[in-house]
C-alpha cells in the first residue's frame, strides 16, 4: 500500500439513499477511510454541526475562500446554494495515509475524478428509475407536486452522468448497495 491514502468518489441524485450507504460504511469500519467535510453557504438544518457535516459559511466567507484557491472544486448545486471541496480537507486525510471519501454532486464527482486520475474511484448510486424515485416521492407526501417535478428533473439530469463514472451501482434493495459499494471500495482500496 502506497504511503499516501487515495480519493473515493460518491454521488448520486437526491433521494437515492447516498449518505445512508456511506455512513453505513463508515460505521461498519472495514475499509480505511475519513469523510472529506465540505464547504457550503447553504444554512445548517437541524442536528447538523458546523465542521461535521459542512463547513457553513456566509456567502462573503465563500467567495473569499474560492479567491484564495481553497477549493479543489466547487459547484453552485441549486441557485444560489454553492458547494465546495477543500484542498486543505483532502490533502490533510491522503497525507496522513488514510483514504478519504466524497459526498458530491454529480458535476464535482467527475471533475475530481478527472484530477486524480488512478487515485481516485467514482462511485455513481442511481435509483432503479426515474419513475420509482417519483413514485417513492409522491409517496412520502411531504413535496408539492411541483418540488416532486424539479427533483425528478435533477434526478433525470445527474443519472445522464452515470456513464461517466467508474461504477454504478442501483439502489433497490439497500443491503444489497451497500454490500456491492463496499466491495468495489475494498478492491480499489487493496489496490
Ligand atoms: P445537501 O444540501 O442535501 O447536503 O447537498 C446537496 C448536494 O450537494 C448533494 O448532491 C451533495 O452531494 C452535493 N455536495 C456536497 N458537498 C459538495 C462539494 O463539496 N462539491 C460538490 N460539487 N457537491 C457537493
Request: hydrophobic content about 35%; aromatic content about 8%; overall charge negative.
Given at each position: 500500500m502506497s504511503a499516501k491514502g487515495k480519493v473515493i468518489i460518491i454521488s448520486a441524485p437526491s433521494g437515492c439513499g447516498k449518505s445512508t450507504i456511506i455512513n453505513a460504511l463508515l460505521a461498519k469500519g472495514e475499509i480505511d477511510m475519513?469523510?472529506?467535510?465540505?464547504?457550503?453557504?447553504?444554512?445548517?438544518?437541524?442536528?447538523e454541526k458546523h465542521g461535521v457535516n459542512y463547513y457553513f459559511l456566509s456567502d462573503e466567507e465563500f467567495r473569499?475562500?474560492?479567491?484564495?484557491?481553497?477549493?479543489?472544486?466547487?459547484?453552485?448545486?441549486?441557485?444560489?446554494r454553492y458547494y465546495g471541496t477543500l484542498r486543505g480537507e483532502i490533502d490533510r486525510i491522503v497525507d496522513a495515509g488514510h483514504n478519504v471519501v466524497l459526498d458530491i454532486d454529480?458535476?464535482?464527482?467527475?471533475?475530481?475524478?478527472?484530477?486524480?486520475?488512478?487515485?481516485?474511484?467514482?462511485?455513481?448510486?442511481?435509483?432503479?428509475?426515474?419513475e420509482a424515485?417519483?413514485?417513492?416521492?409522491?409517496?412520502?407526501?411531504?413535496?408539492?407536486?411541483?418540488?416532486?417535478?424539479?427533483?425528478?428533473?435533477r434526478a433525470e439530469f445527474?443519472?445522464?452522468?452515470a456513464p461517466q463514472f467508474d461504477h454504478a451501482v442501483v439502489n433497490d434493495d439497500l443491503d444489497k448497495a451497500?454490500?456491492?459499494?463496499?466491495?468495489?471500495?475494498?478492491?480499489?482500496?487493496?489496490r
Open positions: 475519513q469523510f472529506s467535510v465540505s464547504a457550503t453557504n447553504r444554512k445548517p438544518r437541524e442536528g473569499r475562500a474560492i479567491d484564495a484557491g481553497e477549493f479543489v472544486e466547487y459547484e453552485e448545486v441549486y441557485p444560489g454529480v458535476k464535482g464527482g467527475v471533475n475530481v475524478k478527472r484530477m486524480y486520475g488512478d487515485e481516485a474511484v467514482s462511485v455513481f448510486i442511481q435509483p432503479p428509475s426515474v424515485l417519483r413514485q417513492r416521492l409522491i409517496g412520502r407526501g411531504t413535496e408539492t407536486p411541483e418540488a416532486i417535478a424539479q427533483r425528478v428533473d445527474e443519472i445522464s452522468y451497500i454490500a456491492e459499494v463496499s466491495d468495489i471500495l475494498k478492491d480499489f482500496t487493496a
